[in-house]
């Protein structure tokens, strides 16, 4: 019988994947969800080679019920130790739009934000019962600043921190560690999209390491690489005006998710 349950959304791969890989060995059952069926078994090859147990589920995460079925028959299966809740949407404003479309709006915000705070709000009350739990939530440094090309974006991540943080206040009590994880750019397929100037890009293998270290320590907030919390705090004594003006001139383009990559 495995000691450990760990259940991850977006495991099909970046972080979510890495993750995966990190957290599998013996003693350890893997609950991996993803869009991509055929990712998802290739990082449960790679979790099953290193000797933990895994189950997946292709799922789309815009049907909050359906997500929130699955949890609970995964939780009564196998209590779920740790809740990572990786999975997310980065689309940015289309060339020459002047903002992003009210379909992407929509399914951002119930990627980014309805669905992972529906099930962190359905496992925080299974496991504050158990009094014991961990939950991580991906945020991004992003949900810091104004972005005028990602309002969907740094408006939907900026909701699931606060969140984070208002639900660790109220299940560090039983003994529930709720993490905010705020990474800056990160080295995997949803960055690749992007072209434009990615400061201080992590590699995947070492952004997972820093969020598992996080998570495991249970400690409510984790930002990286440190830089951003310079910029976090440098935008918040600028004033508003004179921020906005800046983050106007950022010029980044994205190609579209199923263009091939030449890190794909």
Known sequence: MPRHHILITGASSGIGAALAEYYARPGVHLTLWGRSKERLEKTAFVARTKGASVDTLSIDLTKADEALKALASADDALSIDILILSAGMADIRPHNALAESAETALKMSMVNFATPVAMATEMANRMAARRHGRIALMGSVASFHDLPLATVYSGSKAGIGRFSTALQAAMTPYNVRVCLIAPGFVDTPMSQRLDGDQAFLVPVDKAARKIARC????????????????????????????????????DVMQHPENEKTTKA
């Open 215 to 250: 998570i495991n320590q249970g400690k409510g907030v984790l930002v990286f690489p440190w830089v951003f919390q310079l910029t976090r705090l440098l935008e918040m004594v600028l004033p508003r005006p004179i921020a906005h003006r800046i983050l106007r001139r950022l």
